[in-house]
C-alpha cells in the first residue's frame, strides 16, 4: 500500500508551500479576516498540538522533532504492511505522515512550526493551524471512522 505515499507527498508539499506564502506575505502576528470566523494569523509555535509545552524552554523542539521521526518511520512501515483491501486506513495513514513530516520539517529548519488557520466564534479562538495539523486530524478521523466499521471491505476470495 505504498502506492498512498503520493498523498503523504501531496500533504506534504500542500503544506510547506503555503507556510513559506505566508512567511512571505505576511508579519508575524499579523492577521487578515477572510471569512466570517476565519483569519489567517501568522504565528510560530514551539510546541505541540495547542500549544502544549510551547514555554518549555527549548528541549521540546528536539523530543517534537524525535518523534515525529519515530512516527514516521512506525507509519511508513504500517503502510507497507496493509493488504490491498485496507484503502481507508492507507488514505488516513499517508494524510497523518504527510502532515508530521511537514511539521518535522519546519521544526527541524526554525525551531517551531508555522501555524496560520484561525478559526474563531465572538471572542473564543481554536489554536491556530496549518495544512500538516489539518491533514494529521483528517487522518485520525478517517482511522476513527474505519475502527467503526466505514469502508471496511473484506478481502476477495481467489
Do not use: C
Not at 13 to 28: E, F, P, R, T, V
Not at 51 to 80: C, H, K, M, P
Not at 133 to 147: F, H, N, R, W, Y
Amino acid at each position: 500500500m505504498l502506492k498512498w505515499l503520493w498523498l503523504s507527498l501531496l500533504a506534504l508539499a500542500l503544506d510547506q508551500a503555503s507556510k513559506l506564502l505566508i512567511d512571505a506575505n505576511m508579519q508575524l502576528y499579523q492577521s487578515i479576516p477572510l471569512l466570517p470566523s476565519f483569519n489567517l494569523t501568522y504565528v510560530h509555535n514551539t510546541g505541540a498540538a495547542f500549544s502544549f509545552l510551547s514555554e518549555a524552554g527549548g528541549w521540546q523542539r528536539w523530543f517534537f522533532a524525535g518523534l515525529a521521526l519515530v512516527i514516521s518511520v512506525g507509519i511508513t512501515v504500517w503502510l507497507a504492511r496493509l493488504q490491498k483491501h485496507e484503502t481507508l486506513v492507507a488514505v488516513a495513514l499517508s494524510l497523518v505522515l504527510g502532515g508530521a513530516v511537514g511539521n518535522l520539517i519546519d521544526r527541524l529548519a526554525y525551531g517551531y512550526v508555522i501555524d496560520f488557520m484561525d478559526v474563531y466564534y465572538n471572542t473564543w479562538h481554536w489554536p491556530a493551524f496549518n495544512v500538516a495539523d489539518a491533514a494529521i486530524t483528517l487522518g485520525v478521523i478517517l482511522m476513527l471512522a474505519e475502527s467503526f466499521g466505514l469502508g471496511r471491505t473484506t478481502p476477495r476470495d481467489s
